[in-house]
Each structure stands twice: as structure tokens, then as C-alpha cells.
């Protein structure tokens, strides 16, 4: 349902956006989301935090120009650059250069990024903080996200006419999971999460432990006019290869933390499910269930793999990797 006639789009609507990016100084690097028209779920994750920021300030038709963005690595922080001497390092001008990285003693990565006779200079920021876009904004539209009811499933209850519908999935970790979901188009908004226990408002530690019943899951909001249901189980369950088989374990995670199943938010959406998990035999052992509240898991986890420089770009074919690993 279209929302136009609200002033201003509120957290957790569906925003219309035409944006560009131009990077400032000599900060060049490949964007790793969309540019041009896009789609998200405002305030939740995805796409620059400076970006949400200011869409969230605009009116339908309203464009902002020139603005600069954060491009999503903080400031820079001068309590995090330092100077040292060869001698109080035990290092030698003989054994380093400008850009090295070095690692100090509590763990943290630095880089040189100056050099005198007396000593150096390190810098443990990231090599990217402070840097900037410099950006053109235009907020299109508002529709309004699937009613509360349709989070988890209540089939006696009246469903709203919101134009978007949820899923809730889970594929044992679920941080590449997550970014697989992220760049299929259609996909508006991911967050990733606990569900199917009994503990309210679990943590990421109690939930390792496997005392509350919940495993880590995606919870998908998407566009059904761009992208079925059918495609993003399939995709799921393309992800978990051999490991459909598998009780409670997905490649080398094991626990009921990990344990994989698909959670349908209506009746149709159960039928979909349980054809494609038959499909693959009697052996495969992903659950089907209805859904239950999903508690978010910490910022932290959020979008993780797009933080730690992983594209989220649609149709994005770069192999998505966790822990160092092919995920």
C-alpha cells in the first residue's frame, strides 16, 4: 500500500530512492550496494547509515543535493595514531615502509604511515576512516511493511494489504546467509536473529549454548511481484547442500542452534515449503514449522559480512565467504 500522503517515511517503511554517489577526495572504492533507483526498509541496515539518515528528513518528491555521506567507516580517530621511535619498538628503519601493517601487542592491526630518522609513525584506523561521499538524494515513495501479524503465523488473523511479505529461514550461521539474501533482487530489508525457542529476548551467548531452544535464522522482507516465495527457499536450500541431511549441523557447526528449517507465515507459504523439502527424500531432515517471534540478534551481527567489505550488490555472482572460508 502506498503511503504518499504521509510527511515523511517512518522506521521500518518501504522507501523509494533515487541516489548517487561521488566519492570525495581520493577516496575511489567499488561501492559494495545499488546506486541509481532502490528499494529498503528504512533504518534497517543495508546501504550507507548516512543515507537512511537522510531519507528519513525528506518528503515524497523532495531531493536533497551535495550532501556529504559518511561512506561508512567513522572518523577518524587521533587517539588511534600514534609515534614511535625505532629504538623504544625494537624495530629498524631497515625493516619496515610507508603502508606496512604491523600488529601490536593487545592484537590491533595498524599501518605506517609516516617515516623520520628518529622513528615512525602507525595508524590504527581503518584505512578508510573519515572518508566521504559526496551524494544526491531523491525519496520517491513510502509503502507501508507487512503488519505485525504477518511476522509470525496467525492464520485467523486479518492480513494487511501491505504490497510485501516476510521469511523466515534457517541455514546454521547466518551471516552468509544473510548477504545471499541481500543480493537477490526484490529482497528490501534482511535481519538475522533467533527463533523458535522459549527464552524471550535471547542473547547471541545463551543462544550458543544451546539452552533456549532457538536457532540463529534470516528473516527475508520481499517484494512477491519481483521475487516468489518457491525461489527463496530454493536458494536456501541450494546454500545448505549436503548439510539438508544432517540433523542439527551445518557443514562443521553443530547444536540445535544450527539446526535448519524453513517457518512459514501462512498456509500457502507451508505448502510451498513442505513440496521442496520433500523433494530432496526422506533423509532430508530441514524442519518445517510455523513461525514463531523472531528476536533480532545484536547490531553486531547485522548485515555483517556487507561490514566487513563483503558486496551486497543484486545479482552480486563474488563468492561469499565466512570466517576466511567459502560460505
Known sequence: MSLEHQTKP?????????????????FVPETLFDQGS????????????GLHEAVSTLTVGESISGLTLDAGYGEKNQNLIANTSYESSGITKADISIGQELYLANGMKCRVVNMVNEGFT???NHPLAGATYSADIKLNGIQSPPSKEQYEYHPDKVISDSEFE????????????????????????????????????PTYEEVGS?????TE??????????????????????????SKFLLNQVGNDKGTQYRHGIYYHNDEQN???????????DKCVTECLPAKRFF??????????????????????????CYGKIA
Open 166 to 201: 516476510v521469511m523466515t529461514i534457517a541455514l546454521g550461521c547466518f551471516w552468509g546467509g544473510e548477504l545471499a539474501y541481500q543480493r537477490v533482487p526484490g529482497v528490501v530489508g534482511t535481519s538475522v536473529g533467533f527463533t523458535q525457542g522459549e527464552k524471550d529476548e
Open 217 to 242: 535464522a534470516i528473516q527475508v522482507l520481499y517484494d512477491p511481484q519481483q521475487v516468489t516465495y518457491e525461489k527463496l527457499v530454493r536458494i536456501g536450500m541450494e546454500r545448505l547442500g549436503d
Open 10 to 26: 517512518k522506521s521500518g517503511d518501504i522507501v523509494s530512492v533515487t541516489y548517487s554517489l561521488k566519492a570525495d577526495d581520493d
Open 296 to 321: 533480532m540478534a545484536e547490531t553486531y551481527h547485522q548485515q555483517y559480512l556487507l561490514k566487513g567489505g563483503q558486496p551486497a550488490k543484486k545479482d552480486n555472482k563474488q563468492t561469499i565467504r
Open 38 to 49: 532502490v528499494q529498503f526498509v528504512l533504518n534497517f541496515g543495508n546501504y550507507l547509515p
Open 210 to 214: 544451546g539452552a533456549t531452544g532457538h
Open 271 to 281: 505448502a510451498i515449503a513442505e513440496s521442496i523439502i520433500h523433494s530432496f527424500g
Open 122 to 124: 602507525i595508524d590504527a
